[in-house]
């Protein structure tokens, strides 16, 4: 008995992982193909989803995540944030320059923790704000762990809104720059998000939602000279802001 009750909440699970990966609205017929589950267990679990207020079942009869799961979302952020700040602390002390924890939402990313630079003049940056996945630091090195299809796709989807002069707007070009990331392990956003502002950024390894880490400051002291001193320490404190998030 106890069994069944495991198997029916990842189940569940699965469900609204499926919802969320898509990024809208989907029937049943979609769910079970993406799930593997036979329509009627689908039925039965999207159901007692939509009592509880983590799923919605439109006037089209297609499903959605329900309000609850923002709540959720929120608190987890926050969790997940305060166990990451000490690293950020670690970073801004060390380099001198603001340290942010971003995660992957939907398609784009949000800043769940930052520590700020001891200068005066500080970034756009702050927890909680949403940002594009192309035209930052954070964005890139995530989009750098997809495939190219996925780059694509997300691009047709979202557009490629220009915040700066800079900012890739070619899906091409930002292909390359993933490629790029990807191969050398970080990204880059060199005045792509805001004018004057340089970032660097690596991926979190080993997560479960995908998350990155960046510093970010202005271009006069954010260098290229400074990336070469940065980007080994955001390896390691990525490392440790994983094992903070996993628990390993």
Known sequence: MAEA????????LD?????????????????????????????R????????????????????????????????????????????????RELGETANLAMLDGEMAVYVA??????????????????????????????GELPDAAVRDLADRTGLPAATEQTLTDVEA??????????????????????????????VPGVPVPAALSVSGPAARVSYEFGERAVPLLHEVARDVARELTGS
């Open 45 to 92: 679990l999207m159901r007692t989803l939509v009592g509880r207020g983590y799923a919605r079942r439109l006037p089209t009869r297609r499903y959605a995540l329900g309000a609850r799961t923002l709540g959720l979302g929120e608190a987890a952020g926050r969790q997940l944030g305060a166990g990451a700040r000490r690293h950020l602390a670690r970073l801004a």
């Open 114 to 143: 930052q520590a700020a630079s001891s200068h005066s003049m500080r970034m756009f940056t702050e927890v909680g704000r949403r940002v594009h996945l192309h035209s930052t630091g954070v964005g890139k090195a995530l989009l």
């Open 5 to 12: 009750g495991v198997q029916s909440v990842e189940r569940a």
């Open 15 to 43: 469900l609204l992982e499926i919802l969320a990966e898509l990024g809208d609205d989907a029937g049943l017929s979609e769910l079970s193909e993406r799930s593997g589950l036979p329509l009627p267990t689908i039925h």
């Open 174 to 203: 930002l292909l390359a720059a993933v490629r790029e990331a990807h191969e050398r392990g970080y990204a880059v956003d060199d005045g792509e998000q805001e004018i004057g502002v340089r970032c660097f950024a690596v991926v």
